[in-house]
C-alpha cells in the first residue's frame, strides 16, 4: 500500500530519526502521522497551530513511543495489574507487562487511504498483532479522518480467536495550552471519577475541572466534553467509550518522565 502513496496529491513519506511517517499536506489542513503505533504527531488546520501537543524532546527511536500526539495505547491501558481482571486473564504475566500494552511500539500498516477536496482518510492495520504475554488473538485497526474543522479517530478490534476476549485502550491524547493553570476541562459536573493519586477513591465532581497540583483522573462523562485553554477550546465527543482520563503530571511528576522537559507540565 505505501508503494502506491505516488500516486497521492497529498501524502508523502518521510523519516523521523528512526522512525517513517505520512505527511498529509492538503490546502484544507497537515498533519503527520508515525506508522510506528500508528501515532499522530500533528494535525493543523491551514493557517492554525498543532491541535496536539508535541515534547520538544520527543525521540523517534523504534520501539519506543514518542511522548506527545495521540499514542495508541492496546491491549491494556496504563499498568496491566490495575487493569479488571477480565483484561488480566490474558495475560501469562501481568507483572512482566509493559504500560500501555504493546501496540504504540509496533510499526502499523497502511490499509487503504482516501482523498478528497475536502478530507483525506487514511486506515491502519497492526498485523504484527501477537505478544509472548498477550494471549487473546485480537487485531486493532486505526482509522483517521482529516478536515477543516475536525479531527476524527476510529478505533477498531476484531477478534481473530475463537473465544470470548477482553481489553481495554485508550487514544492518549496530549494537548497543548499555553498555561495549564488558566486550563478547564467542562462538562464532567456530576459526574463520578476515580482519583488514582487518592487510594483509588471514587469521588464527584462538582463545576468544571481545574488544575492546580498532579492530576491523575478516570471520569465517567454522559455527555461531550469542552476544553478550555487561553488560546482555542475543543469540543471532544467520544462514542462507544464511557470513560475519559484527565492528566496532568506538574512539577515532581515531571521530573521522572522521558522525553519531557522539566517545565512542559505547564503547556
Known amino acids: 500500500m505505501l508503494s502506491r502513496?505516488?500516486?497521492?496529491?497529498?501524502?508523502?513519506?518521510?523519516?523521523?530519526?528512526?522512525?517513517?511517517?505520512?505527511?498529509?499536506?492538503?490546502?484544507?489542513?497537515?498533519?503527520?502521522?508515525?506508522?510506528?503505533?500508528a501515532q499522530?504527531?500533528?494535525?493543523?488546520?491551514?493557517?492554525?497551530?498543532?491541535?496536539?501537543?508535541?515534547?520538544?524532546?520527543?525521540?523517534?527511536?523504534?520501539?519506543?513511543?514518542?511522548?506527545g500526539g495521540i499514542p495508541v495505547c492496546w491491549p491494556w491501558f496504563g499498568n496491566a495489574a490495575m487493569n479488571p481482571p477480565a483484561v488480566q486473564a490474558h495475560l501469562s504475566d501481568v507483572k512482566a507487562a509493559p504500560a500501555h500494552g504493546f501496540a504504540r511500539a509496533r510499526r502499523?500498516?497502511?490499509?487503504?487511504?482516501?482523498?478528497?477536496?475536502?478530507?483525506v482518510e487514511l486506515?491502519?492495520?497492526?498485523?504484527?498483532?501477537?505478544?509472548?504475554?498477550?494471549?487473546?488473538?485480537?487485531?486493532?485497526?486505526?482509522?483517521?479522518?482529516?478536515?477543516?474543522?475536525?479531527?476524527?479517530?476510529?478505533?477498531?478490534?476484531?477478534?481473530?480467536?475463537?473465544?470470548?476476549?477482553?481489553f481495554s485502550q485508550a487514544l492518549h491524547t496530549y494537548f497543548p495550552t499555553a498555561d495549564i493553570s488558566a486550563t478547564r476541562v467542562a462538562g464532567l459536573h456530576g459526574c463520578?471519577?476515580?482519583?488514582?493519586l487518592e487510594q483509588w477513591q471514587e469521588k464527584t465532581q462538582t463545576g468544571t475541572v481545574t488544575f492546580a497540583g498532579e492530576t491523575d483522573r478516570i471520569y465517567y462523562p454522559n455527555q461531550p466534553l469542552q476544553l478550555h485553554s487561553p488560546q482555542r477550546r475543543f469540543t471532544l465527543q467520544a462514542e462507544g467509550s464511557h470513560s475519559a482520563v484527565v492528566w496532568n503530571p506538574w512539577i515532581n511528576k515531571s521530573l521522572t518522565l522521558s522525553q519531557f522537559a522539566a517545565d512542559a507540565w505547564q503547556r
Open 5 to 37: 502513496l505516488s500516486q497521492s496529491a497529498f501524502i508523502r513519506r518521510q523519516q523521523r530519526g528512526e522512525l517513517e511517517l505520512l505527511c498529509v499536506q492538503h490546502p484544507l489542513f497537515s498533519a503527520d502521522l508515525l506508522l510506528q503505533g
Open 40 to 67: 499522530l504527531l500533528r494535525f493543523a488546520p491551514a493557517g492554525d497551530s498543532n491541535w496536539l501537543w508535541l515534547s520538544e524532546q520527543a525521540a523517534y527511536t523504534q520501539g519506543q513511543s514518542v511522548r
Open 108 to 119: 502499523w500498516a497502511l490499509s487503504h487511504w482516501y482523498e478528497a477536496a475536502d478530507r
Open 123 to 166: 486506515t491502519l492495520t497492526l498485523e504484527d498483532n501477537r505478544h509472548p504475554l498477550w494471549q487473546a488473538n485480537l487485531q486493532p485497526q486505526l482509522r483517521l479522518i482529516f478536515s477543516a474543522h475536525a479531527l476524527q479517530l476510529e478505533l477498531t478490534t476484531r477478534n481473530q480467536g475463537n473465544k470470548t476476549a477482553t
Open 192 to 196: 463520578r471519577y476515580i482519583d488514582t
